[in-house]
């Protein structure tokens, strides 16, 4: 399984970003996804999930900001950032987990989220 994560940048304060990951899977296949960042000197954490029935789930850090979503067709999730805050820059990974294998994670390349104060 191969995930491909973009749409990080540079945002100012208070704006907004939204970021995809594209999975090499059938939508069908795949249990849940979802959204992890790692700051500089901090562990993975995890920002928001959805699974195959779009039940979702969020940190509360970024619950009212953020809305994770999934496009079946495309093989996509997406996160929109909205009020975006410093403490949000981080580097965003794609996770996916497969109804044949719901232990093992499958992680994208991490894309890169700054936000100036």
């Known amino acids: 399984v191969q995930l491909q994560a973009s749409g990080g940048g540079l945002v100012q304060a208070g704006g907004s970003l939204r970021l995809s990951c594209v999975a090499s899977?059938?939508?069908?296949?795949?249990?849940?996804m979802g959204w992890y960042r790692q700051a500089p000197g901090n562990q993975r954490e995890l920002v928001a999930t959805i699974t195959s029935s779009s039940n979702t789930n969020y940190a509360d850090s970024v619950k009212g900001r953020f809305t994770i979503s999934r496009d079946n067709a495309k093989k996509t999730v997406y996160l929109q950032m909205n009020s975006l805050k410093p403490e949000d820059a981080a580097v965003y990974y794609c996770n996916a987990r497969l109804f044949s294998a719901s232990t093992v994670n499958y992680w994208g390349q991490g894309t890169l989220v700054t936000v100036s104060s």
């Open positions: 899977v059938t939508a069908s296949s795949i249990y849940i």
